[in-house]
C-alpha cells in the first residue's frame, strides 16, 4: 500500500512541477510579445516626436525672412575673405624700409654711398669716404648690428680698396638678414 | 537499424498531444524574436537617424535665426564702404590703375623722381585661385637720393593696393625698387545660405580702420558710421 501511494504523489509533483513551468513559458511569452509591441511604439511615437519636419518648415520660414538680405550676405563673406588674406599678407611681407632706414642711420655723413642693394635675405652696401677713420666707424657700427642680431645676422666685408690717386678709400660689404 | 525513424500519424500526435501546452507559448517567444529583429531593430536605426536628422535641423535653424538677426543689424552704407576699402587694399583682380595711383601717389609724398616703368602683365588665361597671393611685379626706377628711396618705399608699403618691395637698388646715379603688388581673386566663395555669417570682429574693424589711413583711399568718404558694423 505505502508504494502505490507514494507513486501518487510523485506524480501529483510531476504535474505540479510541469503546470509551474508552463505558467513560466506563458508568462515569458507574454513578456516577449508586450516587450516587443510597447517597445514598437515607443519607438514609433519616439521618432513622430523627433522628427524634424517641423524644425523644417521654420527653417524655411527664417529663409524667407533672409532672402531681402543676400546681397548683403554676399558681401559680409567677402569682408570676411578680404580680412583674412589681408592679414595674412601683413603678416608675411617684409618692409625693407625698415631694415633699409636702419642701415643709413649707422652710415656715418661723410661716406658717400655708391651703391646700396636689398632684398629680403642680404644686403651688400658699396661707399667711399676720403677718410679711414670713417670707413672703420661704419664697419663697427655694421659689426654692432650684427653682433645684437639687429636686422643683420652676418656679416662679410668684400672689399677695402685705396685709389692713391684721389686719396679715396673704397668699401663694399655684405650682410646677411 | 537503417537509421531511418519511422514516426506514424499516431505518434505523432501523441507526441503533440504531450507538448501541447509548451507550443503555443514557444512559438509566441519566436514569434517575438522575429518581430523584434524584423521591426525593431530597424526601427531604432529610423529613430537615431530622425534624432541625428532633428540635431542637425534644429543647429541649421539656430545658425539661421543668428544669421538673421546679424545681417538686420549690419548697416548697408558701411558695409558697402567697408568692402571697397578691402577691394582697394586687396583687389580681386589686376587692378593697374590702383597700383599707378599708388606709385605716383607715393612719389608725390616724397618727392621721388620717378623714371619710366612697366608692368609684367603675367598669363591672364592663368588660373589665380589658390592658397599663395598672385602678384603684379613692377619696377620702378628713381633718380633721387637714399633717403628718398627709403621714404618711397616705407610709404608705399603703407598705401593700397597693399605691395612688398622685394629689392632695392640704390645707385649713384639711379635707382630701382622692384614692386610686387598683391591681389587675389575671390575663387568659389562656398557661400550656402546656411553658412554661419560671423560679424565683423573688432580685430576685423581696426584693420579697416588702419587701411581706411592708408594712402589711395582718400577717393572713398568714410561714414561717419565705418568703425562700426552695428546699426
Known sequence: ?177 | MNGRVNADIKSLKFIFDKNKPFIVPLAIILISIILFIQFVIPQIGSLLKASQEGKEARLKLEILKDNLSVLKNVNQTTLDFQVKILNLALPPAKDFSGILNAIYLASLKTGANLGSFSFKVGDISKSEDGPSFPTIKVSVPINSGVATVNNFVKTISETVPLSEASLIRIGSISSTVDLYFYYKPLGALNYSQDTRISPLTQKGLTLIKNLSEFGNTSSFAQPSVATSSSQ
Open chain 1, 1 to 177: 500500500m505505502s508504494a502505490n501511494i507514494n507513486l501518487l504523489l510523485q506524480s501529483d509533483k510531476r504535474s505540479l512541477g510541469l503546470q509551474k513551468k508552463i505558467k513560466i513559458l506563458n508568462f515569458v511569452a507574454a513578456i516577449c510579445l508586450a516587450g516587443v509591441l510597447l517597445t514598437s511604439l515607443i519607438i514609433f511615437l519616439s521618432i513622430r516626436i523627433v522628427n524634424p519636419e517641423s524644425i523644417k518648415k521654420e527653417q524655411e520660414e527664417v529663409l524667407k525672412s533672409i532672402s531681402p538680405f543676400q546681397d548683403k550676405q554676399i558681401k559680409l563673406f567677402i569682408l570676411n575673405n578680404r580680412i583674412e588674406n589681408i592679414y595674412k599678407i601683413l603678416a608675411t611681407r617684409k618692409d625693407l624700409s625698415i631694415i633699409t632706414g636702419s642701415l643709413l642711420e649707422k652710415i656715418p655723413a661723410q661716406l658717400s654711398i655708391d651703391n646700396l642693394e636689398i632684398d629680403g635675405k642680404s644686403v651688400i652696401i658699396a661707399g667711399q669716404s676720403t677718410s679711414l677713420s670713417v670707413i672703420g666707424e661704419f664697419i663697427n657700427n655694421l659689426i654692432d648690428m650684427a653682433r645684437e642680431k639687429d636686422k643683420i645676422r652676418s656679416l662679410t666685408l668684400n672689399s677695402l680698396i685705396l685709389d692713391e690717386s684721389r686719396g679715396v678709400y673704397s668699401v663694399s660689404i655684405k650682410g646677411e638678414l
